[in-house]
């Protein structure tokens, strides 16, 4: 894998990590376009377009290990107001129902909140990717709860384990405490609680193997959090953790990249490929360019079509696209598949 590393040096970090994942004859696994042909979905195509994910930018006020965004307080990269109003009027003129609202911390963009209300009035469902700690990082962020609640915003948080030690080793020293005093903020208002505040949880494993089942690790996790917390949660969405960014790097580092790639490549279900969530998503980067999903984003693998940019938006056309494939996409489609509303099985 060095040898590989050292033929790409000229490379932008980027093109490395796409051509690393591209190159599947020296990592001994098949191409991720064979497995999709065997189960006759390649060219894999759209089924309905019912989610905008919408990427705020990269700052955040954490720097997770397996973050696949490369997220962190010291990235500039965020959407402008501009790049809103045009994914306004994709939703406008499109029947589109949900916006999920990613980033780094989408809440960090100046107008988080102006966006949010303008979603409301369109009477669509919104997502929020919150970290939890911002919530009770900064004074400014402490009456986020109420403004969720008066949107009834659904509140999807990435909880690795309900002990300290696993979570803070993923997200940082001190994350879990946070996290148990944001989750207590939003249940006090009724998230998790009331039949219409969504409060749900993900996990995502704390190194290079895969989620364990997702039944069962609701139950734990709901267990657990009540008993010694008394948190009360909707449902725990299990993410596999993608090859991109500085989790690749760590399994690059770590020397684990080839017996990770191999264990997810072993446990590709066709089951998991019918249900990917490409097939119904559409995510807009912080400059408003369009992929097939977050983490075609993050390897900067924008999507087939004449103009790939919000302002561009043509429903009827992004219906008929092939989606872009790679490798990578092996941790989508492993054991009981996986998405950003997790398993897919």
């Known amino acids: 894998m060095q040898s590989l590393l050292k033929q790409h040096h000229k490379l932008s970090n980027t093109e490395v990590h796409l051509s690393i994942l591209s190159d599947y004859a020296a990592i001994g696994i098949p191409d991720f376009k064979e497995k999709l042909a065997e189960a006759s ?3 894999l195509k759209p089924t309905h377009l019912d989610i905008l994910q919408v990427n705020m930018g990269k700052m955040c006020n ?6 696949h965004v490369d997220a962190g307080p010291d990235r500039k990269e965020i959407m402008t107001r501009e790049t809103m109003e045009h994914c306004l009027r994709t939703l406008e003129k499109s029947d589109i129902q949900t916006v999920d609202l990613t980033g780094g911390a989408p809440e960090m963009n100046p107008d988080f909140r102006w966006f949010v209300e303008r979603i409301s009035e369109l009477n669509r469902q919104i997502i929020v990717r919150c970290n939890l700690t911002i919530i009770v990082s900064n004074p400014k962020y402490h009456d986020l709860p109420e403004f969720y609640k008066e949107h009834k915003i659904n509140i999807v948080s990435s909880l690795p384990h309900f ?19 944001a989750l207590k903020m939003l249940n006090e208002i009724g998230y998790g609680r009331d039949s219409d505040l969504k409060l749900d949880l993900v996990y995502n494993p704390t190194g290079a193997i895969l989620p364990g089942d997702q039944v069962s690790l609701e139950n734990e996790f709901k267990r657990r959090l009540w008993d010694r917390h008394n948190i009360a949660f909707n449902n725990l969405f299990t993410i596999t953790n993608l090859p991109i960014n500085r989790f690749l790097d760590y399994l690059l580092v770590s020397g684990n990249f080839e017996s990770y790639m191999n264990e997810l490549a072993n446990a590709y279900n066709p089951v998991a490929a019918q249900g ?3 097939r119904n998503t559409i995510s807009v980067g912080w400059d408003g360019f369009l992929y097939d999903c977050d983490f075609n984003q993050m390897l900067d693998m924008k999507l087939e079509a004449d103009k790939p940019h919000i302002a561009d938006f043509d429903t009827k ?21 996986s998405s950003c509303g997790g398993a897919t099985t």
């Open 41 to 43: 979905l390649f060219p």
């Open 62 to 67: 954490q720097v997770c290990k397996h973050c």
């Open 163 to 181: 002990t300290s030690n696993r979570t803070d080793a993923q997200r940082g020293e001190g994350v879990f405490d946070k996290s148990m005093r």
């Open 276 to 278: 990917v969530m490409c």
């Open 317 to 337: 056309q992004l219906s008929k696209r092939e989606i872009k494939v790679n490798n990578h996409c092996y941790g989508c489609t492993a054991g009981a598949g």
